[in-house]
């Protein structure tokens, strides 16, 4: 899967400088305190394994040394609780006995899926099966009809290795029927279905006659995301993927009642691959692949959090530097803080290893990979609870394109993976991280989650809908706190011409856009100046919202254009302000930029352009001010650390006590170890008994402060919990 574009993202600045291997500890092998009680599948079985297996036969040595005894030995000995096996492949081979598919040759006769199913059963871990459906190189060799067909010219998620199957084909009823197969002959506890998505958009017969028949139209060749006939389409699409993956679901449960969880790591990817929040449903627990560090993984964790129906959900990210790279291995002080992101959120973590192409395993990478596990292992005991946050980011999947790609065929798109919805969320959850604000993430699937939260941020959201609009304008009635930049509740669709629907709530009226490819904020309020000093303005590299302030809004910020449009700028004649930049007009424009408004009980914040997008850290400075101006303290915690640090909190209620996790996400290692100091926010109707140091159990020092219990953390390089316990 292409994630290039989101993990350099979410990745940047945060794995650039990693490399350093670090001397292991003699760390203690988890396998010596492999318990006799088997941790209950799913709910405790956090430390899990998937090892690729996309190998094919052509060559009689392709996993012609297929050990089962070794290699689940092997597995077992590093620790790990529950191991996913390769039932097939995106190959399209079978490793298991069958009748339907086809088996992979250098089996002979042999099973290689039911003979780990054994020794797993022998070595206590709990078995799962891996399936690749959509992606099967022998369905699309041997039959062309069920092939994915792209419009003329697209190469999207096309490598020239992966053949890809159309759900919509009859390979529809053959997967059902194998995977009915699959999991009536063998005993295993859970299923993993790789995959689940339109890798391109599919114009074959059998898509294009579907759509004629539900829509009683052509599937459309222009992306356009204003014409009635795409949104369709667009929507037949995450119908049909739905569907498909509902009934995959049902047919497995119907012949087993087994865990189902299908690959989520769509959450974060576009449009083109149609797969909708709500394929949730269709899972016991959420989980996805990424590769993009420990910030892209928290925001993950964070979003699973709010959508999975099941806890614990499951992160997974490989142990080589990325799937295209079978050698490189993460240093030791990487991987630890990749996985610690998973007691950061009480969440399973599944380690992603490859096969050798002969069947075998390196040994030395488990020796490795076990004391990865030992260090976590110690922290599973203390996991759960809920999040204690007090903003909620809005994540939006419906407004994962690119506004300004369209109105052309899909093949001539170039930039189809560039969502500004997507990196605003990113760079929100990068400033509340770095300045320790406590939040969560809310979708367009669960935002009936966001009563738990004291404020919402809408991060430049295209895709809203009036029924959305009518929560967010309660809940600022009520008392909460919203901040919205960009285009956030504009109705392009109204028949009075584009509007805000929300802008009895922010304050302003919507009335076009302003401004080029450079535009400026300047500040019209002693306390924004003040932000942004020394400078005297704010940079945004794009044109902006134009607005009109309504009655009792307070203008914060005004937009001004640069001292020349910077599109005129020419040799000839030397038409520009300065022949590098395009400095900001002499006088600040008039347009409302920042805007403060009272709503209800609430209050809200209006900034005409996603300034939270990127990393520049006056911008994450004047955001995290905004954020603080319109919601009031206490907190649920704060904490005195290096921004390289996050904190998570979650209560126990149940237990009386919170769990806080501190983890630092430095880009260099060896990290250096860096101190902080928490406060724990404390209702007037408890009193803390005691604050204890994980997993060690070691007591610390406390006290009072305001509404707070506080307590210092010694320095630590990596994850450092604690449990508060109150009466
Ligand atoms: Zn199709």
Redesign the pocket.
């Known amino acids: 899967m292409n994630r290039r574009t989101f993990n350099e993202l979410v990745g940047l600045g945060i794995m650039a400088g990693a490399g350093r291997r670090h001397e292991l500890n003699a760390g203690q092998s988890p396998a010596a305190e492999t318990p006799a009680r088997l941790p209950k599948w799913p709910d405790q079985t956090y430390r899990r394994l998937l090892i690729d297996t996309h190998v094919p036969d052509w060559d009689p040595a392709l996993l012609a040394k297929f050990d089962p005894v070794d290699y689940v030995n092997t597995i077992a000995r590093a620790g790990f609780q529950s191991f996913m096996q390769y039932a097939n492949s995106h190959v399209g081979l079978s490793l298991w006995r069958t009748q339907l598919g086809h088996m992979h040759a250098n089996m002979h006769g042999r099973d290689y899926f039911g003979e780990v199913m054994q020794e797993c059963k022998r070595h206590g871990l709990h078995a799962l099966a891996y399936y690749s459906l959509v992606y099967d190189n022998w369905a699309f060799e041997h039959h062309p009809d069920w092939r994915?067909?792209p419009d003329e010219g697209s190469t999207t998620f096309l490598g020239g290795r992966y053949g890809v199957v159309?759900p919509?084909?009859p390979y529809r009823d053959h997967s059902l029927a194998c995977l009915r197969e699959l999991v009536g002959n063998y005993d295993f506890e859970g299923i993993f279905l790789d995959m689940v998505f339109w890798p391109n958009v599919?114009y074959?017969a059998?898509?294009t006659a579907r759509f004629r028949r539900e829509e009683g139209a052509d599937p459309p060749r222009i992306v356009d995301w204003d014409d009635p006939t795409w949104r369709k389409f667009q929507a037949a699409r995450q119908r049909w993927m739905l569907e498909f993956v509902q009934a995959v679901t049902r047919t497995i449960k119907q012949t087993r009642p087994i865990t189902v969880c299908h690959q989520y790591a769509t959450a974060y990817l576009n449009w083109v691959l149609g797969a909708p929040l709500e394929l949730r449903d269709a899972m016991d627990f959420v989980g996805g692949d990424f590769y993009g560090g420990p910030a892209q993984h928290s925001l993950v964790c964070k979003t699973y959090y709010g959508l999975t129906r099941h806890r614990p959900f499951e992160f997974m990210t490989s142990r080589t530097r990325n799937l295209h790279d079978h050698v490189t291995i993460k240093p030791f002080e990487e991987l630890r803080t990749e996985s610690f992101v998973a007691p950061l959120h009480s969440a399973a973590f599944l380690m992603i290893d490859a096969i050798n192409v002969d069947g075998t395993l390196n040994h030395g990478v488990y020796d490795f990979m076990g004391k990865v596990n030992a260090q976590r292992a110690p922290y599973e005991p203390f996991y759960g609870g809920d999040l204690q946050a007090d903003v909620a980011i809005y994540y939006d999947k419906e407004s994962f394109y690119n506004p300004d790609e369209q109105k052309m065929r899909f093949g001539q798109l170039r930039a189809i993976d560039k969502c500004p919805h997507r990196d605003a969320v990113v760079g929100l959850a990068r400033i509340l991280r770095e300045a320790h604000i406590p939040f969560g993430v809310v979708t367009n699937a669960n935002l009936d989650q966001l009563t738990n939260y004291r404020a919402v941020l809408l991060p430049t959201v295209f895709e809203m809908t009036a029924d959305q609009a009518a929560q967010f304008r309660r809940f600022v009635e009520a008392g909460g706190a919203l901040y919205s930049s960009g285009p956030s509740s504009l109705d392009r669709f109204d028949k009075a011409g584009p509007r805000f629907m929300l802008e009895d709530v922010f304050g302003v009226r919507f009335a076009g856009r302003v401004g080029t490819v450079w535009t400026y904020l300047s500040p019209q309020d002693d306390a924004v100046q003040k932000l942004l000093w020394p400078q005297d303005a704010l940079s945004f590299g794009g044109p902006m919202i134009k607005a009109e302030a309504l009655p009792g809004a307070k203008l914060l910020a005004t937009v001004t254009l640069p001292f020349v449009a910077p599109e005129l700028g020419n040799a000839i004649g030397s038409r520009f302000g300065a022949i590098h930049s395009n400095p900001p007009a002499l006088t600040p424009g008039t347009d409302p930029g920042i805007v403060l408004n009272n709503f209800g009980k609430g209050r809200a914040v209006w900034v005409a352009a996603p300034i939270e997008i990127g990393t520049e850290e006056v911008n994450a400075r004047l955001v995290a001010a905004l954020l603080r101006r319109v919601l009031p303290g206490p907190y649920q915690f704060e904490v005195d650390a290096h921004p390289s640090v996050e904190m998570t909190l979650f209560h126990q209620p149940a237990k009386r006590r919170w769990l806080t996790g501190l983890l630092t996400m430095q880009q260099q290692y060896p990290a250096i170890a860096v101190p902080a100091t928490v406060r724990v926010l404390v209702p007037a109707d408890r009193k803390v008994t005691a604050v204890v140091h994980l997993p060690e159990r070691k007591s610390l020092a406390f006290k009072t402060e305001g509404p707070y219990v506080r307590f210092d953390l010694e320095p630590f390089d990596s994850l450092s919990m604690a449990l508060v316990e109150y009466s």
Do not use: E, G, V
Request: glycine share 0%; aromatic share 0%.
């Open positions: 994915i067909l159309c919509n084909s599919c074959c059998h898509c």
